[in-house]
C-alpha cells in the first residue's frame, strides 16, 4: 500500500499563529501526502472550515487573539454540529497542566500533542541544552502518526526480519515459527506499546512517555505490558531481541536482519 493511496486527497487545516511552527509542519505533513491548509487565527480558520471543509483540524490552543483563542474555535465548531477531528497543539506538557488537557478534550478535542519542536526552540534561546524528552522526538512526527491514526490510514505491513512481521491494519504480530508465518493478536494497548518503540527508529523510549502515550496506569502497569508483549513476539521471552531495556530510562526496539527463523 502506498502513502499517496492512502492519503489522497485528505486535507489537513493547520491553526497556529507562529509563522516558524507553520514553516516545519507544513512540509511535513506535504510529504507524508496529505492536502494542506492554514490560517494564522481563529477567524481565518472558521473562513477556511468553511471553504475547505478538512478533514483534520490541527489547532493551536494559545492564539495571540485574546478574543478567539483556539479552546474558543473548537467550542464554536462544535456547537455548530462540526464533528471534524480536532487535534489540539499546545507548548504545554500534558503532565504539566492536565487540567488543560482536560477541558481540551471537554471542548470537544480528540487528541493532543506538546510543541516539543518549540520548546527546544526556547530553551536553545536560553542557553539551555535541551532537556532528553524534548530532544529525543520531533512533536511533527508524533503530530502526522496521530493525523493518520485519526483519519483511520492503514500502514502497509512492516517486515523487521525473517523472524517478525507487523500488521498495522489488523493490529496483529506475525511471528515465523517451523518456516510458517503465525498471527499473535494484540491488546491495543500493546500494540501502542509496540508502534512507539517502532517509531523511535531504535532509540530509548522513557517509562513516562510510555505511560502517558498509551494512557495505563503506572509503571506496574507497564511492565506487565512489557512482559506480556515480551511472550507475544520473542522467540525467547527471557532473552529479548527485539523488546530491549534500556536501563534508567525505559525500552527500546531493535530489528536483528541477521536473526534465523526456526
Known amino acids: 500500500m502506498t502513502k499517496e493511496s492512502t492519503v489522497k486527497n485528505l486535507k489537513v487545516l493547520l491553526v497556529d499563529d507562529n ?5 516545519f509542519v ?3 505533513l506535504e510529504d507524508a501526502g496529505f492536502d494542506y491548509v492554514e490560517a494564522e487565527n481563529g477567524w ?3 473562513e477556511k472550515i468553511e471553504e475547505e471543509k478538512p478533514n ?14 483556539g479552546l474558543d474555535v473548537c467550542k464554536k465548531i462544535r456547537q455548530n454540529g462540526n464533528t471534524t477531528p480536532v487535534i489540539f497543539l499546545t507548548i504545554k506538557d500534558r503532565s504539566d497542566d492536565p487540567q488543560y488537557m482536560e477541558r481540551a478534550f471537554k471542548l470537544g478535542a480528540n487528541d493532543y500533542v506538546s510543541k516539543r519542536e ?3 526552540h526556547i530553551e536553545l534561546n536560553m542557553g539551555l541544552f535541551p532537556t532528553e524528552f524534548v530532544g529525543q522526538k520531533s ?15 492503514q500502514e502497509p505491513d512492516e ?7 507487523i500488521d498495522s491494519i489488523n493490529q496483529t504480530a506475525l511471528v515465523k515459527t517451523g518456516g510458517q ?18 517509531n523511535a527508529s531504535g532509540r530509548p523510549v522513557g517509562k513516562t512517555q510510555l505511560i502517558e502515550t498509551v494512557k495505563i496506569d503506572g509503571e506496574g502497569s507497564l511492565q506487565n505490558h512489557i512482559w506480556r508483549l515480551r511472550n507475544k513476539v520473542e522467540l525467547n521471552p527471557q532473552v529479548p531481541v527485539y523488546i530491549q531495556t534500556y536501563h534508567g530510562v525505559g525500552y527500546r526496539f531493535k530489528a536483528n536482519s541477521q536473526r534465523n527463523s526456526v
Not at 19 to 23: E, F, I, L, N, Y
Not at 181 to 198: G, P
Open 19 to 23: 509563522p516558524r511552527v507553520r514553516s
Open 26 to 28: 507544513r512540509p511535513a
Open 44 to 46: 481565518s480558520a472558521f
Open 56 to 69: 483534520l483540524i490541527v489547532l493551536d490552543i494559545m492564539l495571540s487573539d485574546d478574543s478567539m483563542s
Open 118 to 120: 518549540e520548546l527546544r
Open 139 to 153: 512533536d511533527v512526527e508524533e503530530l502526522v502518526t496521530r493525523i493518520k491514526a485519526r483519519l483511520f490510514i
Open 159 to 165: 517486515e523487521f526480519d525473517d523472524y517478525l512481521r
Open 181 to 198: 508465518w503465525h498471527d499473535t493478536h494484540l491488546t491495543v494497548a500493546e500494540f501502542s506499546i509496540l508502534k512507539a518503540l517502532i
